[in-house]
């Protein structure tokens, strides 16, 4: 059997979705039966994907510019992905909601979250070009649907239009990092996602401002990841007082030096308007690092009750949260103890095993549909 993974969002920096695929043909290639072939493609006119870059699969990678690719994919569905592949194919998975055009092979698609349906203002424009026109026709063109959590399957059923029993729930598995017994000595508030606006940072530097007012004491703000043209805005607040020499804007962070990144913060906040999961808060519970998240999207499910959940429209509200965990230490070790437990349920070898059922649903469908 082989099948073909988009491989490409984990070719340059690997942020929420780059870092699910990533971690998944890691977990695929690792439990990989002798009959099964995983091929990684990848689509780029400069950036090369490395012929290494998991040990035991087969990396496809054409130079191809990927927004001309893209255009025709999306909106002619050609050139073939077996043809792009030089190979039969009895899957093509897509990592996007949008399908990978493959004549002969049964075709799967990712939807990690449906913010741009709502809000394609916060898309680059290739996204708001084709995803909010395209994406119902081709989840419901699609042989299987892949969500990543229950939230998000729900929201397909719901805004797509496809039916419960097409769509497999593949949800992230936990990082192999060591549990942290002890916080370290100045730990800081962490925000760890790049810095666009359904991230909802200006609330945090908002909510971040009146705790400072409040509490002079209260640790450093560490605003982690990718700087995106609309996060200008936030540079320049987090420049003025009350804030200002407290904030931390280190960019986008390495997967290597995540890990370093987490076991110095005292808490993790996420306040985003939504999350189609929420991997920094699986990450962070990993650890033992308290979270504190909005009340929306899937971030309920993946924190259960390890978290701080509050309403990311209310700085106050988050400031009063962030307030009751920075300065109670018997709060963070009962949030460490329940982020440990949550955290255990997710795992990337169950996620490879529930995604080779999604492709054994997708052939079977294939096959029925072609009678």
């Avoid at 699910?20 to 695929?28: G, I, Q």
């Avoid at 809000?119 to 026109?133: F, K, L």
């Avoid at 790049?194 to 971040?208: F, I, Q, S």
Wanted: aromatic share 6%.
């Amino acid at each position: 059997m082989r099948i073909l993974l988009d491989y490409r969002p984990a070719l340059r920096q690997r942020t929420g979705v780059g870092e699910y695929v990533h971690e998944l043909a890691r977990a695929l290639a690792a439990s990989s039966p002798p009959d099964e072939a995983l091929l990684l493609f990848s689509s780029s006119w400069k950036d090369r994907l490395r012929p290494d870059v998991i040990p035991g699969v087969t990396v496809v990678d054409r130079r191809i510019p990927v927004k001309a690719l893209n255009l025709l994919w999306h909106r002619l569905g050609w050139p073939d992905a077996g043809s792009l592949a030089r190979a039969r194919l009895d899957v093509a998975h897509s990592a996007h909601p949008l399908l990978m055009p493959a004549r002969n092979a049964a075709a799967v698609v990712t939807v990690h979250d449906l913010d741009f349906l709502d809000h394609p203002e916060r898309t680059r424009d290739e996204i708001r070009r084709d995803y909010p026109a395209l994406a119902a026709s081709h989840a419901r063109r699609a042989d299987r649907v892949v969500a990543v959590s229950k939230h998000t399957a729900a929201e397909v059923t719901r805004r797509l239009g496809v039916a419960p029993d097409r769509i497999s729930i593949c949800s992230p598995g936990r990082p192999g990092w060591e549990r942290r017994e002890a916080e370290p000595p100045a730990g800081y508030i962490l925000f760890f996602g790049t810095l666009e606006p359904r991230k909802n940072v200006g609330t945090l530097v908002d909510a971040y401002a009146h705790l400072v007012a409040r509490r002079p004491e209260t640790p450093r703000l560490m605003l982690a990841g990718g700087l995106t043209p609309a996060a200008e805005s936030i540079e320049r607040r987090v420049s003025e007082p009350p804030v200002a020499g407290r904030v931390d804007l280190p960019g986008y962070i390495d997967p290597r030096d995540r890990e370093d990144l987490y076991r110095g913060a005292l808490v993790l906040v996420m306040p985003s308007h939504t999350e189609g999961f929420g991997i920094p808060a699986l990450e962070a519970m990993t650890i033992g690092v308290p979270v504190v998240a909005a009340n929306r999207g899937a971030l309920p499910e993946v924190v259960g009750s390890a978290g701080r959940l509050i309403d990311p429209d209310d700085p106050v509200a988050l400031a009063a949260a962030l307030e009751a965990v920075v300065f109670d230490r018997p709060t963070r070790d009962g949030m460490r103890q329940a982020g440990w437990r949550e955290a255990r349920r997710y795992d990337w070898s169950l996620t490879a095993r529930q995604t080779r059922d999604a492709w054994s649903a997708a052939m079977d469908a294939r096959r029925r549909r072609r009678g």
